[in-house]
């Protein structure tokens, strides 16, 4: 099979925490692994951040079913406080599920911070569909909001 959707999603939020916390969440490698994760149940095996240009994220997981997540990213661009662009790859047991294009933006709301993420996604092969993806990435930021408001 090779078949291609290409799809664009947008999902803002309030994050409960100062823009210089919210951003760290996201730029920090220390940080991020504290709250990166779609599932609780999920175990990281594998775990690296370099968040500026020209830097990497690799993040493996293992869920309790033993189904191996990888995501792989590449930095774009990152404006300390304001923007970060990644491109990134998501595989699970070795088959590439999607290819994207994700760019995060931050914005000061008095105590709190916007953010908004944008992601320009290609699905392939019919391994994952749009509504899956925007889950996992509305639960990944739920987490990051409950790690921010505790």
């Known amino acids: 099979m090779t ?9 803002p939020r309030h994050l409960p925490a100062p823009l210089p916390r919210a951003w760290r969440a996201f730029a920090d490698a220390d940080t991020k692994r504290r709250w990166f994760a779609c599932h609780a149940d999920w175990r990281t095996v594998e775990y690296a951040l370099d968040c500026r240009p020209g830097g990497h994220e690799r993040s493996l997981v293992v869920t309790p079913a033993g189904g191996r997540h990888l995501m792989e990213a590449t930095y774009l661009d990152a404006v300390p406080e304001a923007r970060i662009v990644y491109a990134h790859a998501m595989s699970v047991n070795d088959a590439r599920l999607s290819a994207s294009l994700v760019t995060l933006t931050f914005e000061a709301e008095g105590a709190a911070t916007r953010l908004i993420w944008t992601e320009q996604i290609v699905l392939l092969d019919g391994r994952q569909d749009l509504d899956e993806r925007i889950h996992g990435t509305r639960l990944g930021l739920d987490a990051l909001g409950a790690w921010l408001a505790a």
């Open 3 to 11: 078949e291609t959707a290409h799809h664009t999603f947008t999902v």
